[in-house]
């Protein structure tokens, strides 16, 4: 009884512990890891790009001639407002995409306060993030002078928590890193049973 009892136990503990096991995927041909071993994601970049840790934000940049770049950071949801389904939803489209759509509402009422020239060139359209339902918006807006594009993907998540994934460069070099950011976008991977 007694070892029935501790090979019990055994098995439970056994089975949480691999409940939150984070497992790893193997990384995609011609590309590195850039998030830290802490965010609940993968983020995979080109192997020639340099990462740049920034306290909690994965970050990483093309090269010191080129700043293009691409960060991820998970934001945790405190709008409610953010879960609102309009009654007239199109009955094809999942709640999570109207959930990023409601968050990108918000996002971008600060984005048009802070970014001058600020100018939405498309979206939000329904995507998907490493099979979950997402948005994705292209905008424009100027800093220091210089023009810039962006352009992001917004994931909401367990009713918890935003994933934004953004693309920046200038305008002149936005073309040429695209194909890029698509990679890192196909590539990307939620770890599971790790939601903190």
């Not at 990462?51 to 994965?58: C, E, H, K, L, P």
Request: proline share 4%; with cysteine; glycine share 4%.
């Amino acid at each position: 009884m007694k070892k029935r009892i501790i090979s019990i136990s055994l098995i439970i503990i056994t089975l949480l512990l691999c409940s939150c096991a984070r497992t790893q995927t193997d990384t995609p041909s011609g590309m590195k890891l850039a998030s830290v071993e802490a965010a609940d994601y993968y983020m995979y970049v080109p192997d020639s790009w340099t990462v740049a840790d920034q306290d909690g934000v994965t970050s990483a940049y093309v090269s010191i001639a080129d700043r293009s770049n691409v960060t991820c950071a998970r934001y945790a949801i405190k709008n409610e407002a953010v879960f609102t389904v309009p009654a007239d939803k199109d009955e094809n489209k999942p709640d999570a995409v109207v959930y990023a759509e409601n968050y990108w509402t918000g996002y971008t009422t600060e984005l048009e306060a802070h970014l001058p020239g600020y100018r939405l060139l498309s979206g939000p359209s329904a995507t998907v993030l490493n099979g979950s339902p997402a948005v994705r918006c292209r905008y424009t807006a100027s800093m220091s002078g210089k023009d810039y594009c962006f352009d992001m993907v917004i994931c909401v998540r367990e009713r918890m928590f935003a994933y934004i994934l953004t693309y920046t460069a200038e305008a002149d070099k936005f073309d040429g890193n695209l194909p890029s950011f698509d990679k890192i976008i196909s590539e990307f991977v939620f770890q599971t049973g790790v939601l903190s």
